[in-house]
C-alpha cells in the first residue's frame, strides 16, 4: 500500500503511536519502552498496536525511520549539495536528544540492533550513490575509499550530538562537506 491510500485513522493512530513511542525513549530510554506504556501514553488500543508492530523493536524502530525517512537518491545537477541537504537530514534526526535511547536499544534488543542496521545500510547506500556522483564528476578521486568518506562526513554530526552539543547549522555543513572532499581529493593525489 502507497502512503496516499493509508486509511486516516490508520495514519493517525501510527502518528500517535510513534510520538508516544518518541516521548517514552526521551524520557526514559529503550527500557521504558513497553507495548503497555505506548498504549498508555497514546491512548492507541494494545491491540491496534501489535496490528501494525509485532514487537517493541519494530516500534522504535519506527521512530528511527520517522526521523530519517528513506530518500530518493537525489539526482540534482549538483551533488555537493545533494549531499548538503542529505547532512541535513541527518542533523536533524541526530539533534533529537534520542541518540543514547537508540544506542540502549541496540545493545539490549538483538532484534532491534538487526533492524537499525539494515537500516542504516540502506541510509550508507543512499550516501554512497552521491559520493559516487562526486567520483564521476572529479570531485573525489577514483580510488578513495567511498566507506571512510561516509564515515568522515556522518561521524563528526554524531560527535556534535553526542559529546559537545554544539550546534549543527547550515555553515558547518557546508564547511564539513567541502572540507571532507577537499582532503579526500587532496589525500588522494599524493
Given amino acids: 500500500m502507497t502512503p496516499e491510500c493509508v486509511d486516516p485513522r490508520i495514519a493517525r493512530s501510527r502518528a500517535t503511536v510513534v510520538q508516544a513511542t518518541t516521548e517514552l525513549l526521551r524520557t526514559g530510554g529503550y527500557s521504558a519502552v513497553t507495548i503497555d506504556a505506548v498504549s498508555k501514553a497514546s491512548g492507541v488500543a494494545r491491540t491496534t498496536i501489535y496490528r501494525h508492530y ?79 556522483r562526486l567520483v564521476e564528476l572529479g570531485a573525489l578521486a577514483p580510488h578513495v575509499d567511498l566507506e571512510v568518506v561516509n564515515d568522515l562526513l556522518v561521524g563528526p554530526l554524531f560527535y556534535r550530538a553526542l559529546m559537545t552539543g554544539t550546534p549543527i547549522d547550515d555553515a558547518y555543513i557546508a564547511s564539513l562537506v567541502t572540507n571532507v572532499l577537499t582532503l579526500a581529493t587532496s589525500d588522494s593525489q599524493r
Fill in 54 to 132: 509485532a514487537s517493541v523493536a519494530e516500534l522504535v524502530m519506527a521512530v528511527l525511520k520517522d526521523l530519517r525517512p528513506p530518500t530518493e537518491c537525489p539526482g540534482s545537477a549538483d551533488p555537493a549539495e545533494d549531499l548538503r541537504q542529505m547532512l541535513r537530514q541527518v542533523a536533524d534526526s541526530v539533534s533529537t536528544g534520542l541518540l543514547p535511547a537508540m544506542i540502549e536499544a541496540v545493545r539490549r534488543d538483538p532484534e532491534f540492533a538487526r533492524l537499525k542496521d539494515d537500516w542504516v545500510l540502506a541510509r550508507r547506500a543512499e550516501t554512497r550513490q552521491i559520493l559516487v
